[in-house]
């Protein structure tokens, strides 16, 4: 039976459960998560050790975890918890996966085969990565995340003007420029090596989170690590679920999220779909006063200029019609957002309309 929204049963949220990561998703009711975010082994196949020039050892991942005898072993590795998140993704949820070369293009395959329907394929570009110290091949400067719809019906969240804002008002690309995990944010142990050979930048969970889900929904990690996922969750007032099988990390994590102080007001982190907000005809802010019949309204360069009317439209010369029939006309453009072309005067700037539209839509809030 799938669960409705919002209703994974308490004992699960905000903890970390301890063990495999089949096993505990198939715990879960099915149908209840709305985002899954997963950091899977990359089976990075590494033979021997890496030495600098220097010839001292890098730091690189050779964990049991991430060591498979065979990539049919890694297949049905990956098969198996694909399968397991499915299951528990509400059918308007999304899932990302992020991988090297070593293994995202076996996991697209998979996520293909098993029904999921991709969404975008996003680049995260590293502003410092590791040399390749070997000097046999390129230095490998990225990682790609896959983003997937549960079903390609489905109407899974993206908070489009939220990446908007995010990126200084233009569309967010799929290539996101950030760095490894450095400096403060990086754990460490007591003899100062990494807590986590794989630890991912806040940066980049803040965006996969903010992206794909909204304020009290529910984010699984099934490769909580040391709980990244989890931190970020919890700041952005989603809650969220880890699995983890190793205990080291299960308590790094949970004094890590401890330490986490979530946004207290819950506007402060969601950004409504402007289709969603309340509409408010250019004419109410005529009847409220907020501008009088015959102001003066410009384009931002001062190039075209309209008086407003009583009844609600504004006149360019001879004319007459709405702020956005009006800005085509006098562009000789086919069409034309108002709120956004006509500006008004006030102590001696000129100051967006919409700004007074703002004003009334927060009184209705």
Same mark, same amino acid.
């Given at each position: ?47 021997? @050790? ?11 991942? /050779? ?5 498979? /005898? ?15 998140? !499915? ?16 293994? =995202?293009? !076996?996991?697209?395959?998979?996520? +293909?085969?098993? $029904? ?33 719809? !549960? ?47 794989? +630890?991912?930048?806040? $940066? ?12 009290? @929904? ?26 983890? +099988? ?18 207290? @007001? ?21 009847? !409220? ?21 009583? /009844? ?8 007459? $019609?709405? =702020?956005? +029939? ?26 967006? =309309? ?12």
């Amino acid at each position: 039976m799938v669960c409705a929204m919002n209703d994974l049963p308490k004992k699960y949220l905000n903890r970390i459960l301890h063990g495999n990561c089949v096993k505990a998703m198939n715990s879960l009711p099915e149908g209840s998560v709305q985002t899954v975010f997963a950091d899977p082994p990359y089976n990075l196949q590494l033979e021997g @050790d890496l030495l600098r020039p220097n010839n001292s050892k890098v730091d690189a991942v /050779d964990d049991a975890w991430d060591q498979f /005898d065979s990539f049919a072993a890694y297949d049905e590795f990956t098969e198996d918890w694909l399968t397991a998140a !499915r299951r528990v993704l509400k059918p308007d949820g999304t899932l990302w996966v992020i991988g090297s070369y070593h293994n =995202i293009f !076996r996991v697209g395959r998979i996520l +293909q085969d098993l $029904g999921f329907w991709i969404l975008n394929d996003v680049v995260w570009v590293k502003t410092n990565p590791m040399p390749n110290f070997r000097g046999r091949r390129f230095t490998n400067a990225h990682e790609t995340m896959i983003w997937c719809s !549960r079903d390609k019906n489905s109407k899974y969240t993206f908070n489009y003007e939220a990446m908007k804002n995010l990126n200084d008002d233009l569309q967010m690309r799929s290539d996101w420029t950030m760095p490894l995990c450095t400096g403060k944010e990086r754990l460490k142990q007591n003899d100062g090596s990494k807590a986590h050979p794989t +630890q991912k930048p806040e $940066g980049l969970l803040h965006r996969v989170i903010l992206s794909s889900s909204k304020v009290g @929904d529910v984010v699984l990690d099934p490769f909580f690590g040391t709980g990244t996922t989890g931190a970020v969750a919890k700041r952005l007032k989603r809650s969220y679920v880890g699995i983890e +099988q190793n205990k080291k990390y299960v308590k790094i994590a949970r004094e890590r999220i401890s330490k986490v102080i979530a946004v207290e @007001d819950h506007t402060l982190v969601e950004t409504p779909a402007k289709r969603t907000e309340p509409r408010i005809p250019f004419g109410r802010l005529i009847e !409220r006063g907020l501008l009088e019949p015959g102001v003066i309204l410009c384009d931002n360069k001062r190039r075209h200029s309209v008086r407003v009317r009583a /009844d609600g439209t504004v006149a360019a010369g001879e004319f007459r $019609g709405s =702020i956005h +029939q009006v800005g085509a006309h006098v562009q000789k453009a086919p069409s034309c957002n108002g709120w956004q072309y006509w500006f008004f005067e006030a102590g001696g700037q000129l100051v967006p =309309i919409d700004i007074l539209r703002q004003q009334l839509r927060a009184e209705l809030h």
